[in-house]
């Protein structure tokens, strides 16, 4: 299976600054890259499809970018209700696999 | 309105049982593919098992292969998870999550994802 490795583990960042989380794949996913954003106790939330498309009401500051095995998700102007954990997950092949996840704390 | 609410979860021995069931309400359940995905303890989210809108065709990671049965019943608006054989890598919080296939592109996601029931394996 594909493994997605997400770096760093943990990013310390204050509101209102923007921050780059990255993600590897081990072998190509072309664009076929989706990221998910999830608070404690609460459902997970789509963030960005297809590498760099925004799910519906999810503001622009954020951004995704990249294709094949190298992906960013940019946030731009941090606001409260984004420090939470953000996971890329592949759907190139199956099973889809997950990263372990990168989590946004505020500084 | 649109949600995904699981229940089920509990503390159980291991080489126990569970079934786990997930309520879907606010969209048309029998047009999409469901999945469990689980979060073990401090790890990140991990692939389960999948079943297609009819309920013809399932799937399961190789982890739980032989020990765990997705189902749905479409006019209850509910998926299921059977669970034999628990492990205590079995434990974490389980997901219940609806895909999207978008036709034009073939890209899909999971769009909506409920809470998560717990699993605690522990003797």
């Known amino acids: 299976e594909i493994v997605m490795t997400q770096s760093p583990a943990t990013l310390s960042v204050s509101p209102g600054e923007r921050t780059t989380l990255s993600c590897r794949a081990s072998?190509?996913?072309?664009?076929?890259l989706a990221w998910y954003r999830h608070k404690p106790g609460q459902a997970p939330r789509l963030v960005i499809y297809?590498?760099?498309t925004r799910a519906s009401d999810i503001p622009a500051r954020f951004s995704g970018s990249g294709s094949g095995t190298e992906f960013t998700l940019t946030i731009n102007s941090l606001q409260s209700e984004d420090f939470a954990v953000y996971y890329c997950?592949?759907?190139?092949?199956?099973?889809?696999?997950f990263g372990q996840g990168t989590k946004l704390e505020m500084k | 309105e649109v949600q995904l609410v699981e229940s089920g979860g509990g503390l159980v021995q291991p080489g126990g049982s569970l079934r786990l069931s997930c309520s879907a309400s606010?969209?048309?359940?029998?047009?999409?593919?469901m999945y469990w995905i689980r979060q073990a303890p401090g790890k990140g989210l991990e692939y389960v098992s999948a079943?297609?809108?009819?309920?013809?065709?399932?799937f399961y990671a190789d982890s739980v292969n032989g020990r765990f049965t997705i189902s749905r019943d479409n006019s209850q608006n509910t998926l299921y998870l059977e669970m034999k054989s628990l492990r205590t890598e079995d434990m974490g919080v389980y997901h219940c999550?609806?895909?999207?296939?978008?036709?034009?592109?073939?890209?899909?996601?999971?769009?909506?994802w409920g809470r998560g029931t717990l699993v605690a394996v522990s003797s």
């Open positions: 606010g969209f048309t359940f029998s047009s999409y593919t």
């Open positions: 072998q190509s996913v072309s664009r076929n």
């Open positions: 997950q592949q759907y190139e092949k199956w099973p889809c696999t």
């Open positions: 999550v609806k895909r999207r296939t978008l036709v034009t592109s073939g890209d899909w996601y999971f769009d909506l």
């Open positions: 079943i297609h809108s009819d309920g013809r065709d399932t």
């Open positions: 297809a590498a760099s």
